[in-house]
């Protein structure tokens, strides 16, 4: 999805990413040592962790490949409630290596 500037508030791609720190949002990410260039990112809600404490049993774990703007696969990990709904946990933009 195309988010314009006007919408961003002229931050930059970064730095809107960035931003999920404010949203109470817990997020890694990793980057490449020699061009600083980030090449993998985790984030996940600080409410959800709840809900995987409550439901862990059942993972579902599913990445697409190449469907976004820089083709990095996108990991996304769905947890399964015991009244059988689902939620999302966790994404991942990774780097292929």
Same mark, same amino acid.
Request: aromatic residues 12%; glycine residues 2%; hydrophobic residues 45%.
């Given at each position: 999805? #195309?988010?314009? $500037? !006007? =919408?961003r508030g002229? %931050? &930059? %791609?970064?730095?809107?990413?960035?931003?999920? $720190? !404010?949203?109470? #949002? =817990? !997020?890694?990410?990793?980057?490449?040592?020699?061009? $600083? @260039? @980030? &090449?993998?990112? /985790?984030?996940?809600?600080?409410?959800?962790? %709840?809900?995987?404490?409550?439901?862990? =049993?059942? +993972?579902?774990?599913?990445?697409?490949y190449?469907?976004?703007?820089?083709?990095?696969?996108?990991?996304? =990990?769905?947890?399964?409630?015991?009244?059988?709904?689902? /939620?999302? /946990?966790? +994404?991942?933009?990774?780097?292929? %290596?």
């Open positions: 999805m #195309y988010i314009s $500037e !006007h =919408i002229g %931050k &930059t %791609k970064m730095q809107q990413l960035m931003l999920l $720190e !404010h949203d109470n #949002y =817990i !997020h890694w990410s990793w980057c490449n040592e020699s061009t $600083e @260039v @980030v &090449t993998d990112l /985790f984030w996940t809600h600080a409410d959800v962790v %709840k809900l995987v404490n409550a439901f862990n =049993i059942v +993972f579902l774990m599913d990445k697409t190449k469907t976004n703007k820089y083709r990095l696969p996108l990991l996304q =990990i769905v947890g399964v409630t015991s009244m059988r709904l689902t /939620f999302s /946990f966790a +994404f991942a933009l990774l780097a292929t %290596k």
